[in-house]
């Protein structure tokens, strides 16, 4: 059958069809005529045009109320959408789902004297559970995107909290002839279960792995340390049936780092299953790769407020306990040894650059036992992937936003509130940005502070975007004048130097009357092999 050419329009209607919505009231308007068409011309859905916009969202409130089950809601661009507010407040605090559906123009036609335009998006804030705008997409990234978030729509209209949500939809030239073929829509439900009573972990990992030789790789990103997460996958065998990579600022035991994650994977074997957990990773060459595995089922593990899809290819999301999860998981899965092992084998033999300041972070790791690392961004925190911290050491790294500046600053408010030895691994770059932080009143005696004098931002001597500009050292790299030595005889820090071919800091560890500073002379462009 002759449809419409309008991918969203089919995206959606295939979203809602998989959250079991089948009635759908609809007001007459051009502007909504992809999302009429499409609905009607699928067969999958029962019709009811209702003109008034007002009237008809009260029919679908009734609906969504004798039947239990939720109601869409779709109407034109303009003023037709504030006319669902009264039904939508009321389903609000009812708490029955109802999926209000606007049709609008193109964002750049905002404010711009165009008829039947207003500000749509998010005008019913104050009475939804949830507000998404897609715009007119076509590439496969941006369908993934609007993919993503009409999920989050849906799952908050139809979740543990029902009610009420608004999806804006926007059209460029509704009225568009129809095409022979759907186009493609990359639509799938990602599924949120959630296990949150005792034992419910257990039955979930049953139902998830029925094979329990599944190939299974592990992703853990930024995480505070949890004792309970640690032993969860703490049985010697672990690592010989998973493929378990995690980054230095997961603060886990176990597990393979993987700056150190081959380029090419095109040989090896793709996971089943690939679980994550925590924030956000350093790895490029990791996300690279789990973002080409099409065949995979991702699982994101742990609570969210909104769905959060990094590879693009996620298909659950669960709220749970993740060391309950991995517990049930490690008793219940045998995973795939030969799988684990290959995985182990190219990570082993990919050896990039950095071994030495590496090293050098591995040497002061092992001379403070009871120390917490925090690292900066750029460079610093891709080393520390390769110092192979085996999780008796705190990693710290503002990772949330991945941002320059502050990590001076967290760092020595951490020392000040533990009362532990803290090191603070820095590039000049972030060390400039923050040193302020310096003149805090009250640093402990025991921080330590080692700068990588690289020559400014070293990474981007190592990213693709602008390591090739002729403006690279003005621009971005920028080496900052830092008089390390006056600014800490000026704060009252110690000062050391060293270099990489022949370190020397036994000082520098173990004077104890001031807190002390390390300078470093890095080669410019050592960075180059960690991205």
Not at 185 to 197: E, K, L, S, W, Y
Request: aromatic fraction near 6%; include cysteine.
């Amino acid at each position: 059958m002759e449809t419409i050419d309008k991918p969203t329009a089919h995206l959606l209607a295939e979203l809602l069809e998989a959250y079991g919505i089948s009635r759908v009231i609809v007001s007459p308007g051009s502007r909504c005529a992809p999302l009429s068409v499409v609905l009607a011309r699928s067969e999958r859905f029962s019709l009811t045009c209702v003109i008034d916009e007002r009237t008809a969202a009260f029919v679908g409130l009734g609906m969504a109320l004798s039947t239990g089950e939720p109601v869409a809601l779709v109407c034109t661009s303009g003023s037709a959408v504030l006319n669902y507010a009264p039904a939508l407040a009321e389903a609000y605090y009812r708490r029955v789902p109802l999926i209000a559906i606007s049709a609008d123009r193109p964002a750049d036609m905002l404010d711009q004297r165009d008829s039947q335009t207003i500000r749509q998006a998010h005008a019913l804030d104050a009475v939804v559970r949830k507000s998404v705008d897609i715009a007119d997409m076509r590439s496969e990234r941006h369908l993934r995107y609007a993919n993503r978030i009409i999920n989050d729509a849906l799952s908050a209209a139809t979740g543990r909290i029902p009610g009420p949500v608004h999806i804006n939809m926007q059209f460029d030239v509704p009225l568009t002839p129809v095409c022979p073929d759907k186009p493609m829509t990359f639509a799938h439900r990602i599924n949120r279960p959630a296990a949150t009573a005792k034992g419910s972990c257990t039955e979930l990992v049953k139902s998830l792995f029925p094979d329990k030789n599944a190939k299974v790789m592990i992703v853990a990103g930024d995480m505070h340390p949890c004792d309970k997460l640690r032993q969860s996958l703490s049985p010697a065998n672990a690592m010989e049936r998973f493929a378990i990579m995690a980054e230095a600022q997961a603060n886990l035991p176990w597990g393979q780092t993987f700056s150190s994650f081959p380029d090419d994977c095109s040989a090896l074997p793709e996971p089943d299953f690939v679980l994550s957990i925590g924030g956000s990773l350093v790895s490029a060459r990791l996300k690279k790769y789990l973002r080409s595995c099409r065949g995979t089922r991702h699982i994101s593990l742990g609570a969210d407020d909104n769905i959060v899809d990094t590879f693009g290819l996620l298909t659950d999301t669960i709220d749970c306990d993740t060391a309950e999860f991995f517990s049930a998981f490690a008793a219940h899965v045998d995973g795939d040894p030969g799988f684990a092992a290959q995985w182990y084998s190219a990570t082993r033999q990919n050896k990039p650059s950095g071994a030495s300041v590496a090293a050098l972070i591995r040497h002061i790791a092992d001379a403070m036992p009871d120390a917490d690392f925090h690292f900066s961004n750029g460079s610093a925190i891709r080393y520390a992937q390769l110092a192979s911290f085996d999780g008796k050491h705190r990693i710290d790294c503002n990772r949330g936003v991945s941002g320059i500046e502050g990590a001076t600053s967290t760092a020595i408010g951490a020392a000040m509130a533990s009362g532990h030895p803290t090191v603070l691994v820095s590039g000049d770059m972030s060390a400039a940005y923050d040193i302020g932080a310096l003149s805090v009143e009250g640093i402990p005696t025991s921080f330590r502070m080692v700068v990588l004098d690289n020559g400014g931002g070293d990474i981007f001597r190592a990213v693709a975007t602008t390591r090739e500009l002729p403006e690279r050292e003005l621009y971005f790299t920028t080496p900052p004048r830092l008089p390390l030595r006056e600014l800490a005889k000026g704060y009252g820090f110690r000062y050391y130097e060293t270099t990489l071919e022949h370190p020397d800091i036994s000082d520098f560890l173990t004077d104890s009357d001031a807190p002390a500073i390390l300078c470093v002379k890095v080669p410019a462009g050592d960075a180059k092999s960690l991205i």
